[in-house]
């Protein structure tokens, strides 16, 4: 059974930080990429960040220059920081991971439950 347990969200005011972790456990073989996505209310799950296990980041343009992804291969983590956080980013943010259960698996897509970000005065 595989697990994806975030944390870090919250509220924040505009102009503000948060910093979000997801770990994943269970039986894994390896993981291939971690991500982070969100989900605003009326609107499509969309991709915030992903990183790749050679250390290859993605960002939307929505984000870069304010957001940072990171990830401990060895503790299967990954991290987001958001700084100058807008109104905007206010969504359900969830955590993904594209990994193998076994060295003959396919690639498995898993999701953590969501951690709520509101930005707001």
């Known amino acids: 059974q595989v697990q994806l347990v975030e944390s870090g969200g919250g509220l924040v005011q505009p102009g503000g930080s948060l910093r979000l972790s997801c770990a994943a456990s269970g039986s894994i073989f390896t993981i291939n990429v971690m991500g982070w996505y969100r989900q605003a209310p009326g609107k499509q799950r969309e991709l915030v960040a992903s990183i790749t296990v050679g250390g290859t980041t993605n960002y939307a343009d929505s984000v870069k220059g304010r957001f940072t992804i990171s990830s401990d291969n060895v503790k299967k983590t990954v991290y987001l920081q958001m700084n100058s956080l807008k109104p905007a980013d206010t969504a359900v943010y969830y955590c993904?991971?594209?990994?193998?259960?076994?060295?003959?698996?396919?690639?498995?897509?898993?999701w953590g439950q969501g951690t709520q970000v509101t930005v707001s005065s």
């Open positions: 993904n991971a594209v990994l193998r259960l076994s060295a003959l698996s396919k690639w498995y897509d898993y």
